[in-house]
């Protein structure tokens, strides 16, 4: 492809709609729009498969910006793309309640997933990626490629500085995921400096290291050598690719190559300077037609391109109907656990970690398509499929994923497999190692994405391993994360109820936190636990009076603890019930009238108990309560005189609650 001067008008018009929007908004950062608008340019103009018309078009090319900090080039872009942002959307730039916020956000017409944390955005797509290459293994069929997309990421110097960048080109070229293709703003510049003074870094023999392709463009302004890269990217087969792209960081401007550049605003003077060397109207927000024409190919191949599609899909229907139902089902999230689907066996005492593999080999012989893996810790948490071989370049349609020690890494690549759609997926580890993950789990509840993150070993309980695996603090972290469910059930049928529950939203993602010691199963309470988990909290064990004396709160494996300390207190003509809480955050949506009913304001007795932070507890037991908790660190030694030692005992919470009230 030869260009022009209208592609350049092109992309001066995107350098100078971001500065626009910067400038009106007082807020941003120029640099990195004004030297990477030519890769923006070329990846819409030609490379991607997308449709303006119709964004969410299931076979399209994913693209992520992960240095979201220059969303104003990714909004700029789009608006001249023909997605439905409009010139008022743009001067709306980083205003309370506009689609164009400050970082990008799904919501926004063509972004496929927020980013703003360095390193995060790079991590998602290779999780898209995975995502592309087990849906196409299990679904296409010869003549009917009904998924055959790629995936496109821009990364900056910080998004390859960030550690989880490490993890995810490692996974990436570990897998051959031939269809990511990457592009690295290499600009010599960082926020607070020039780059060499934070970064000696030789990408192209990093990645080639992690078995990537690597290919470097020495002018980030020269179009055709852009596009002949971009090119040889397209049709690599083997590997993911990087294109090391080296650019001036606020190309054009007066601070060219400064690192003042990057976040600050240019005053309305400079913006003249920029326009003037690039040849544009001094006037804001102004785009010559000619320019709009240039980019209105973009919409119209798109539309031939998903009408084609769905030429292929219509065939494809009838060719494989059983087939067509299930990837439309799952895309659609239509896809539904049923009470046959959970109908599994348990015994009279088991860990919940134990039953949750069993829920696992449950959901995937159902109708949803599902997936999963561990951080190298799949056989101690019991998080894996059996009699399937694992994920790999040659059997992408297999279901276990082996992430290795890498949770950044595989937090990230669970958002962009959710993200892509049409399957479900988990990725696991020891529950104190949910801290590596957190960012990710974060952003998951930020994008109200419904990620699942299954993680056992869930308290002190697992003993010798000693304090820096036993995880204390990390339930109150998780429980205070708006948007996160977070489960610790009590038994195994607390496990499936739960679980159904998790599985048939699509809102939320979703926490587990599981139990490696074995636990008494519930069946006497059957009942009350399947009318109430789905609740967050429920009565368990009711008091003999309308009103109890007091109550018992507890989660995970010490509800049975809980009942032990009911039946004693009887026998001290104290009046108790007890109440499990699996899920702080879908009781704290019911109505005002069934918390009431669950724990009565009258009822200011009252009783947390569970083997970790007692910070969240605080908000039911109130001023007057005892909480029964551990607020430091374990040790190692035997789980059970730890537990005795710590408090956990039926003993010693009756004279708690005796002594107290």
């Known amino acids: 492809m030869s260009f022009n001067d209208k592609d350049q008008a092109a992309v001066n018009a995107i350098r100078a709609l971001s500065i626009d929007m910067i400038q009106h908004a007082n807020s941003g950062h120029p640099g990195f729009p004004l030297d990477a608008a030519p890769m923006m340019y070329l990846l819409f103009k030609k490379h991607l498969k997308i449709n303006p018309s119709n964004p969410t078009w299931f076979n399209r090319d994913r693209f992520i910006l992960s240095p979201g900090h220059g969303s104003s080039m990714l909004y700029a872009t789009l608006h001249l793309a023909g997605y439905d942002i409009s010139m008022d959307d743009l001067k709306r730039f980083r205003t309370l309640g506009s689609i164009t916020p400050g970082h990008p956000e799904i919501g926004t017409p063509g972004v496929d997933a927020s980013t703003g944390p360095l390193g995060q955005g790079l991590g998602m797509a290779v999780g898209m990626a995975m995502a592309e290459k087990h849906l196409a293994a299990l679904y296409n069929r010869k003549s009917y490629p009904v998924i055959d997309n790629k995936v496109y990421a821009i990364v900056s110097d910080g998004d390859l500085m960030e550690g989880i960048s490490h993890e995810t080109a490692s996974l990436a070229g570990h897998l051959k995921l031939n269809n990511l293709v990457v592009l690295y703003d290499s600009n010599n510049v960082t926020l607070d400096s020039s780059a060499d003074k934070e970064l000696s870094d030789n990408a192209g023999e990093r990645f080639e290291a992690d078995g990537w392709n690597y290919l470097r463009v020495n002018d980030g302004n020269d179009l055709a050598k852009l596009d002949e890269a971009l090119q040889v990217a397209d049709d690599e087969s083997n590997r993911p690719t990087l294109i090391e792209v080296k650019t001036i960081l606020g190309y054009a401007s007066p601070h060219a190559n400064q690192n003042s550049v990057h976040g600050n605003p240019l005053t309305v003077d400079e913006i003249k300077q920029t326009k003037a060397t690039l ?64 109908a599994i066996d348990i015994t009279d005492s088991e860990a919940t970690r134990v039953t949750m593999h069993k829920l696992l080999q449950a959901t995937k012989d159902s109708e949803i398509e599902f997936w999963g893996g561990s951080a190298d810790l799949s056989s101690s948490n019991k998080t894996y499929f059996e009699n399937d071989a694992g994920y790999s370049d040659t059997t992408p349609q297999n279901r276990n994923v082996f992430y290795g020690v890498r949770e950044f890494a595989q937090g990230a690549a669970v958002n962009g497999i959710t993200l892509y759609g049409g399957t479900r997926t988990f990725g ?234």
């Open 279 to 342: 040849g544009w109207p001094d006037a804001p927000f102004i785009v010559p037609s000619e320019v709009y024409e240039t980019f209105k190919s973009v919409n119209n191949n798109g539309i031939e391109q998903e009408n084609k599609w769905l030429d292929t899909l219509k065939a494809y229907t009838k060719v494989y109907p059983k087939l067509a139902k299930k990837l439309l089902d799952n895309f659609h999230h239509d896809a539904k656990l049923t009470d046959h689907d959970l």
């Open 428 to 661: 696991s580890t020891f529950f104190v190692f949910s801290d590596y993950m957190r960012n990710s789990m974060r952003m998951a509840a930020l994008q109200q994405i419904p990620s699942l993150f299954l993680f056992s070993h869930d308290s002190i309980a697992l003993g010798q391993d000693g304090p820096t695996h036993q995880p204390i603090e990390q339930l109150d972290g998780l429980r205070a994360m708006p948007g996160m469910l977070v489960f610790r059930p009590g038994d195994a049928l607390e496990t499936i109820a739960a679980w159904k529950c998790v599985m048939n939203q699509t809102n939320y993602p979703a926490t587990f936190a599981l139990s490696r010691q074995n636990l008494p199963t519930l069946t006497a309470y059957k009942s009350a636990v399947e009318a109430g988990v789905s609740k967050g909290a429920y009565t368990l064990s009711a008091g003999h009076a309308a009103v109890p004396d007091g109550i018992l709160m507890a989660a995970g494996s010490e509800v049975t603890l809980a009942l032990s300390a009911q039946a004693e207190l009887r026998k001290h003509d104290v009046d108790v019930s007890v109440v499990s809480m699996p899920c702080f955050e879908l009781f704290a949506k019911q109505s005002e009238e069934y918390r009431e009913s669950v724990l009565p304001s009258s009822v200011r007795n009252r009783v947390s108990i569970e083997m970790g932070s007692t910070l969240a507890w605080s908000q039911y037991t109130g001023l007057d309560g005892i909480n029964i908790g551990i607020n430091h660190f374990g040790a190692s030694g035997d789980a059970n005189i730890m537990m005795k030692e710590y408090g956990f005992s039926t003993e010693n919470i009756v004279k708690a609650y005796l002594d107290k009230f």
